[in-house]
């Protein structure tokens, strides 16, 4: 079976930083994302980076804050960030493609979320 877990959110003050981590097993994918998704606010697209981790790509609210990485012989994606803000205050997801892209619908596989909490 294809599993994601992701690891490492918290509750942090504003302008704190966190390490978060998706660990997949059961296959690997050319390009693994990570999304967040507010109360009350639809899920949206925070970073993604391809196997060979020639592609990146970043929300514009999370640019130069928000590093991904990846170790691919441990088949895990890392978001390293930077600064945090209330307005980052969101449950974040791990996702894993077929393809290089921001289109949320183009992840297949999902983990379950972590939470991160910014207070001011």
């Known amino acids: 079976q294809v599993h994601l877990v992701e690891s490492g959110g918290g509750l942090v003050q504003a302008g704190g930083s966190l390490r978060l981590s998706c660990a997949a097993s059961g296959r690997t994918f050319y390009a693994m994302g990570w999304f967040r998704q507010a109360p009350g606010k639809e899920r949206s697209f925070v970073a993604a980076m391809s196997w060979t981790g020639t592609m990146t790509s970043y929300a514009d609210s999370v640019q130069g804050r928000f590093t991904i990485s990846r170790d691919n012989p441990k088949n895990t994606v890392l978001l390293q960030i930077t600064n945090l803000k209330p307005e980052d205050t969101a449950v974040y997801y791990c996702?894993?493609?077929?393809?290089?892209?921001?289109?949320?619908?183009?992840?297949?596989?999902w983990g379950q979320g972590t939470q991160v909490t910014v207070s001011s």
């Open positions: 996702a894993g493609s077929s393809v290089f892209t921001e289109r949320e619908y183009e992840y297949a596989y």
